[in-house]
């Protein structure tokens, strides 16, 4: 699970300062990559040779969107639903967010680091984990 604080502005023009969480499953990391046609890190690796810029921007918009959720108090759960991701894509952060991805290779390196579970490996993917 990653732990990402971000500094944004209302559309109100005030500043603030939260707390927002992206974790990816094994069972969303395997199906996210058998459901890619020659794997999904192969063709994330593939579209950033190609400089596909349009198609990269379209990924990083769905991983951001499957890997948003919210943390119970008690750690138990992790919510995911349409609404909420529909919520969190409309405010500032989400545009920071994006913008950080979307120009700095290693922040977005590390932030797909930081969502996919840390023993679930490439081989266990495609064995079907």
């Known amino acids: 699970m990653l732990k990402k604080t971000i500094t944004w502005e209302d559309f109100d023009g005030n500043k603030r300062t939260e707390t927002f969480y992206f974790n990816l499953t094994p069972a969303e990391v395997t199906k996210m990559e058998l459901s890619t046609k020659g794997g999904l890190a192969a063709t994330i690796e593939k579209l950033v040779a190609e400089q596909e810029n349009a ?14 959720g919210e943390k119970s108090q008690d750690g138990k759960f992790f919510v995911k639903k349409p609404e909420l991701t529909e919520a969190f894509m409309s405010t500032g952060a989400y545009s920071v967010l994006f913008m950080e991805l979307a120009t700095d290779a290693k922040a977005a390196a590390a932030f797909i680091e930081g969502i996919v579970p840390k023993k679930l490996t490439h081989d266990e993917i495609k064995k079907g984990a």
């Open 55 to 68: 198609l990269i921007i379209a990924m990083f918009q769905d991983v951001i969107g499957k890997a948003y």
